[in-house]
């Protein structure tokens, strides 16, 4: 029998060859598995549906936009809010007509109607008015993309945060105000214009984007320091005028540095106002056992602080501005309108 081996290596016949095909190797995966070796192959896969980053930062700038169209359209709805209460209030001001109070009752009239009601002469509600009208319309043009004068959103914007800024700024001095000059009073229109203003703040805050609002805080800081400084001038002048009247006619305030009552007068007048007053302290020596009351507070028979002396009339404990001025014949309600 004689036994013929093929060379593998040789090319096949004609009628077995087949067409010359090119192809990239795939890369393969050696799998171990009881003593066998198996090489798995891998196959690429290109995921066609994949967003690309150009789709992305599209994605998220509608994202951005569309959440400030919301923003300012809840500043216009919060600032009407504000302009048709201030604008209510503005009306009683002016026709000099008590206002419905809901909560607080006579002392919320008594705070409307205070001296505090004003800036330089200005009511309150209509600087409020004002405030709230503004951002009312800048709301509803930036959730518009209408703005006047060809000014652009991020200029929009700035305006619209540094309005909200300085009204929550007063507002919150309006609350120290409440607190510290009317304590255990209590004003519904004051709450709620607060309570508007702090979410202006707030809303605007987060159409601007806490990042950039870092860009800012120096000229929020600076509109703060400037409305916090117009305010407390504004009361101060409006205060020393009563002041200087009760000085010029010789009326005399008596205490004791010890008597918080009298702390609570002085305040109402304001700390630099208060200045001006002739005010006798009664224990300029201390107040301790075998101490003496002052000569001119004996001599004016003080029995209780304070004490005030005006064109010989005897008003005892703390006063109220109106009494002062019915006292002293300062027309009072002439110099708020004024």
Same mark, same amino acid.
């Given at each position: 029998m004689?036994?013929?081996f093929i060379?593998?290596?040789?090319?096949?016949?004609?009628?077995l060859?087949? @067409?010359?095909?090119?192809f990239?190797?795939?890369?393969?995966?050696? =799998?171990?598995? +009881?003593?066998?070796t198996r090489?798995?192959? *891998?196959?690429?896969?290109k995921?066609l549906t994949?967003p690309?980053?150009?789709?992305?930062s599209e994605?998220?700038t509608?994202?951005?936009?569309?959440a400030?169209?919301?923003?300012y359209?809840?500043c216009?709805?919060?600032g009407?809010?504000?302009?048709?209460?201030?604008?209510?209030?503005?009306y009683?001001k002016?026709?000099?007509?008590d $206002?419905?109070c @809901?909560i607080?009752?006579a002392?919320?009239?008594?705070i409307l +109607?205070?001296?505090? $009601?004003s800036v330089?002469?200005?009511?309150?509600?209509?600087i409020?008015m004002?405030a709230? &009208?503004?951002?009312?319309?800048l709301?509803?043009?930036l959730a &518009?993309?209408?703005l006047p004068f #060809?000014m652009?959103?991020n200029n929009g914007?700035?305006?619209?945060?540094?309005s909200?800024?300085? *009204?929550?700024?007063a507002?919150a001095y /309006?609350l120290y105000?409440?607190?510290?000059?009317f304590?255990?009073s209590?004003c519904s229109?004051?709450?709620m214009s607060a309570l508007?203003? /702090?979410?202006?703040?707030f809303?605007?805050i987060?159409? /601007?984007?806490? =990042?950039e609002?870092?860009k800012?805080v120096g000229l929020?800081?600076?509109?703060?320091?400037?409305?916090?400084?117009i305010l407390?001038t504004?009361y101060?002048t409006?205060l020393?005028v009563?002041t200087?009247?009760l000085?010029?006619i010789g009326?005399k *305030?008596?205490?004791a540095f010890?008597c918080?009552?009298?702390?609570?007068q002085k305040?109402?007048f304001?700390?630099? $106002?208060?200045k001006?007053?002739d005010y006798?302290?009664? /224990?300029p020596?201390?107040?301790r056992?075998g101490?003496?009351i002052? #000569?001119?507070?004996a001599?004016a028979?003080?029995?209780?602080?304070p004490t005030w002396?005006? +064109?010989g009339?005897?008003?005892?404990g703390e006063?109220e501005?109106s009494?002062?001025?019915?006292?002293?014949?300062?027309?009072?309600?002439?110099f708020?309108?004024?």
């Amino acid at each position: 029998m004689s036994i013929k081996f093929i060379n593998i290596s040789s090319s096949p016949p004609p009628f077995l060859r087949t @067409p010359h095909v090119s192809f990239t190797p795939l890369p393969f995966i050696t =799998q171990i598995k +009881n003593g066998w070796t198996r090489r798995i192959p *891998m196959l690429r896969v290109k995921c066609l549906t994949e967003p690309s980053r150009d789709m992305e930062s599209e994605a998220e700038t509608e994202t951005l936009s569309s959440a400030s169209i919301s923003s300012y359209s809840w500043c216009a709805g919060l600032g009407g809010l504000g302009f048709l209460e201030t604008s209510y209030l503005t009306y009683l001001k002016l026709t000099n007509s008590d $206002a419905f109070c @809901p909560i607080g009752g006579a002392t919320c009239g008594d705070i409307l +109607n205070s001296d505090y $009601a004003s800036v330089f002469g200005v009511p309150l509600p209509l600087i409020g008015m004002f405030a709230y &009208g503004l951002v009312t319309i800048l709301g509803i043009q930036l959730a &518009g993309k209408h703005l006047p004068f #060809k000014m652009d959103e991020n200029n929009g914007l700035l305006i619209l945060l540094g309005s909200t800024t300085s *009204m929550a700024v007063a507002s919150a001095y /309006f609350l120290y105000i409440l607190s510290t000059k009317f304590p255990g009073s209590s004003c519904s229109y004051c709450l709620m214009s607060a309570l508007l203003s /702090f979410s202006l703040f707030f809303t605007t805050i987060k159409a /601007f984007g806490l =990042q950039e609002i870092q860009k800012v805080v120096g000229l929020q800081l600076c509109l703060g320091g400037l409305v916090v400084a117009i305010l407390s001038t504004s009361y101060n002048t409006s205060l020393s005028v009563p002041t200087r009247h009760l000085h010029s006619i010789g009326a005399k *305030m008596y205490g004791a540095f010890w008597c918080s009552h009298c702390q609570e007068q002085k305040q109402t007048f304001g700390r630099e $106002a208060a200045k001006l007053l002739d005010y006798v302290e009664c /224990f300029p020596d201390g107040y301790r056992k075998g101490i003496k009351i002052a #000569k001119a507070c004996a001599d004016a028979r003080i029995e209780g602080f304070p004490t005030w002396v005006i +064109n010989g009339e005897v008003l005892g404990g703390e006063q109220e501005l109106s009494e002062l001025a019915r006292a002293s014949g300062f027309k009072l309600d002439d110099f708020i309108l004024s």
